[in-house]
């Protein structure tokens, strides 16, 4: 028996931090090539309009430009960019722009100063065109924005379970409404950045680049540039802060790597704030038209929902959110009946792409905000009905209706503690008695599942380096989750060594040649698991060595507390170490080995959560006094970590329930394109956050992982909304659009939305 | 080009700088110490805070023609001789940070904050951060550590504060 001692479930600090915090860490924007120039781009100040005519020459004579690029000059950066159905973006746009922000021209010069001065030279005629702002306008086609498509409805889809919409008269009561979720903008605190240095002499491209998935970018920039795939090597350095829009394609990538290759001369592009809020993805705004049915006890029998989601210009990779919100609909109800029918609809807007929780929260949205409404309207508790309407474990496994197999946990208990840490009963009176004295206090409650990874596979290299410790390489590239701690944990056990002896590397394809990358909370579930498959074949390849080099049969070799030895023969052993010396010795190429972990499965994750908020009917501000999670992690890593996930998608996720809404003129114009307009949450308003677990082992995967990235931010704007509303019980406030800012809980109070 | 002088983290340099230089662009251009990060360039989200004569401030909204003669601590000189200040091990040991893109410019605040309060509430602490943004952490793990912090320093640890 091993009596190494375990590093999963330990509590540590991370392996990653000690060069951080002395500011060593290396971004994109801190990259810097010999002889580099800089990228600016000119960017469309129209959502909508012809292009009728660039001048460039103003802009080209500056000194210290070396070139002014429009899509008029290279037919390549034409192109519709890779990974983008059923239209794709050009680069650089020529003929017609869609959106405010999309890029125009480039312009390389020798820093960000004289490229940007080259930008404001560089002259755009327009020609404006109509503009679509609203999807259920743009739904009508009555504009097409890309004729090629046909339509402005670039996915649409129905799903039906049970007797679907006919189930509804089955219902003692139909609670009808709209509810809408204004668009987010995630703003990671790095902006996007890509740099790239071509090598003429070997045809190689090198690339930094805040992406999320190194392999997938090595695809898109072989196709975009033309070089094989194994001449370009894409490297994430520290990546800070990803959510989701670091994922996937960008007009950026295509041009810096193109152009690289095609100047010869490395080239980088540091977008920075503002460009963050123009040409960076956003995500949730959808529009949902919904009917639940419920019987006079509450019970749900059937769910009817039409959505129109607001994807902006081009794809993005919005048709996958809008489909993971009818995914999520249900949440952890068991809901017999429903009629779900989504519509995704091109408007003049920067694209949707999955964004943390990417459907998730919009699902969770729907039903939590549906089941206020019920039991609001039959005179029942808002607990009451989710208590009688959550599903129970001996359901386990349940079909949701909605493609997912509910496998784990134990949702009604998780949400019985929940009450009783709140104490309810003591919270309604401290409420009744608080608004004696003109303050409102809120409870809002909401119960979520966290739908994690089950697609594809991750891999992991191990290595044995020359002095005895294990390199670790996966593609799972990070963005500051803690891969580097929570990976060399999980192969610090299964190699019995201490962490310090497994350097793990992330997102390098020069490091492994496969891998599919950080997003959808898959990593610990994928790549943990590959981590420990592969060590189990590296331990059994090193036994084959260790065998070769201790002349034993490789039978009688045992790998015992991280040293291999001969049965029978306890004083010949070789730890790690002694068999890098030995294996260098005799010549031995490094022991590596990679293996990787598949699976269609997902895992899900759980989470009551509890809000008690205070809000000032003067000022329409929200404060939250305190938020209260009990969670199901399944079989946890680092509960440092974990909890620091939770915590901090769970204050994300309060910036769009209670401030984030980018807002868009009728002209398409974004009107919210700073920290100051767009407003994140700050330490000040920022609560602490009391997490309780409740864990139980994915039975889906063989160690028992579930996702944790997105669990806090799904509840967010549905309990938010949720406990407002509770606040203004006596009045009956209804909120139908998340975020409930200060001006639209005003509007709310003063428009008659309460009775 | 103008001349100028800069003390930074105790070395000083005579630069030569544009007029129009943002003090952020040269410190991370000129003297290589990218561990000042610039989020925003408006002055709002605060990752490139630094002490100026000993006090925060925005290096993306100074121009460096205007900080000459002047002495500035970057979070590159926050630790000494191998040991780090007690700031950066509390966030450290407390998880204050995830992705690290924010977190020089939360520990250089910290540094300053503590050494005017030295025994703050954590709503004192909240109060003190708010100039600042962090997009991963939710800011719990980070009060977490300025507290440790502030216990570790009045308990005497060694390290001394960098002075302006």
Known sequence: MAVHESWIGKSLPRVEDRALIQGQGQYVSDIRFDGQWVMALVRSPHAHARITRIDTEAAAALEGVHAVITAKDMEALRRGLPDSTPIAPPALAYDEVFYVGEPVAAVL???????ED???LVQVHYEALPVLTSAEQAAKDEVVLHPSVGSNIFDAFHMTSGDGRDALQQADHVIRATLQMGRVSPQPMEPRAIAASYNPADGTLLVYHATQSVHRAQERIAQITGLDKEKVRVIAPEVGGGFGV?????????????????FKRPIKWAGDRFEEFLSTSQEREQTHHVELGV??????????????????????????????????LPGPYRIPHMHIEGYTVFTNKVAQRPYRGAGRPQGHYIIERMLDRAADELGLDRVDIRTRNLIRPDEFPHRTGTDSVYDSGDYPAAFAELLSLIDVPAFRRRQREARQQGI????????????????????VRLTLMDDGRVMLATGATGQGQGHRTALAQIAADALHVSIDRIMVVEGDTARIDKGIGTFGSRTIIMAGNAATMASEGFVEKAKNMAAQLLEAAVDDVVFSDGRFSVQGVPSVSLDWRALAERMAEAGEDPLTHEDAFSSGTPTYGFGSHAAIVRVD?????????????????GKVVNPLLANGQVIGGTVQGLGSALYEEMIFNEDGQPLTTSFLDYRLPGAAESPDIEIHHRDYPAPGNPAGYKGVGEAGIIPSQAIILSAVEDAFSDRRLKLDFAPVTPTRLFQALTRGETE | MPNITLTVNGTQHRLEVDPRWLLADVLREQLNLTGTHLGCEQGVCGACTILLNGRPARSCLTLAVTADGSDIITVEGLAHNGQLHPVQEAFWQEHALQCGFCTPGFLITSVHFLSENPNPTREEIREALSGNLCRCTGYQHIVNAVERASETMRKGATHAVPQD
């Open chain 1, 617 to 633: 009917e003067n000022t329409g501000e929200t404060r939250i006094e305190r938020y209260v999670i009990i969670h199901d992690t």
């Open chain 1, 246 to 262: 670091k994922n996937g394609s960008y007009p950026e990538e295509a041009l810096v790597t193109y152009l690289a290759k095609h």
């Open chain 1, 295 to 328: 019987k006079q006890d509450g019970t749900i029998i059937a769910l009817v929902d039409t959505y129109y989601q607001d994807n902006g210009a081009y794809p993005g990779g919005g048709a996958m959110v809008s489909r993971n919100t009818a995914r999520n």
């Open chain 1, 118 to 120: 080259g930008a404001d």
């Open chain 1, 440 to 459: 409102r206090l809120g409870l809002g409650l909401s119960n979520s599942v966290e739908i994690s990874a089950g697609f594809g596979f991750e891999g």
């Open chain 1, 109 to 115: 010069a020798d820093s960000r100063y004289l490229a």
